[in-house]
């Protein structure tokens, strides 16, 4: 099997060393012809153009700025693409997910878009997960190829929508975590509390997370929403509090308010019994 990686930024170059290193026989390009001649002593074949790679590649992997940027490579492309599998591993919306998959239909390749939650550092980790949407039997073929780099991978439909929603989703998950400690800092800092007190707080609170994840993976799934040990509307009242001390010492409040409001709607609407995880079907209903 013959594998390409067009792309040699931070992250493509990870993914070639991590196939090289495994034994893969794979051309690499990249628009800057120094990035790619470092490869070349690790057994890598360098090709001077796109075409060159694709031609000679049954599987090729696509790691440049975003889905817009492949579109235009796979416009410019002359090499017939009937046969092979493109895998963009490239970042963008809905939109322009649904073009390059469209493109590639109309040319007769197979598709796979992959979404990977790892800094280069951690590409061929075991517990390194790339999620994929792709056509048919792309996994079967290719899977294999995507959990050497890394190795929780898999693949999470055909669409290419459900790979774009889940990125948005663990992306709010991870970014509400880090908008959560800069929050709270703002109104520890107000409050004339050192920012040192507070970070080495922070570790206690990180272990709730792993409480909050049981209770979600719990209840959301089954749709479980009842015997809550906390009920919705002892967060909503917490989090009353808390908006009330981060108006009091004049912090920013944006956050908080936006967790209240949605907390208190849902129970002025019935949800106040239920489980704090009952918002999704609240939210998802209104």
Known sequence: MKLAVLGLGN?????????LKAGHDVSVWNRTSEKAEVFAEA??????????????????????????????????????????????MSTG???????VVAILERQGAGYMLGMINAYPSGIGGDETTILTVGSAGTWDRYGSIIKELGGKSARVGEKPAALAALFAGLFTVRQGFMFGMIYGALVCQKAGIPMQVY?????????????????????????????????????????????????????????????????RAAWNEGYGDKQLTSLVQHMADT
């Open 11 to 19: 992250m493509g170059s990870a993914l070639a060393h991590c196939l």
């Open 43 to 88: 057994g890598a074949t360098i090709c001077s153009s796109p075409d060159d790679a694709v031609a000679v590649s049954d599987f090729v992997i696509i790691c440049i700025k975003g889905h817009k940027e492949t579109v235009e490579l796979v416009n410019g492309l002359s090499v017939a693409l009937k046969g092979k599998t493109i895998c963009d």
């Open 93 to 99: 919306d809905t939109s322009d997910a649904d073009r």
């Open 199 to 263: 970070a080495d707080q922070l570790p206690a609170t990180i272990k709730l997370v792993n409480d909050y994840h049981d209770l979600f993976a719990r209840t959301v799934p089954t749709e479980d929403y009842d015997n809550a040990e906390a009920s919705l509307k002892v967060y909503a009242l917490a989090q009353e509090d808390a908006l009330k001390t981060f108006q009091s010492v004049n912090a920013p409040a944006e956050f908080i308010r936006l967790m209240h409001d949605r907390t």
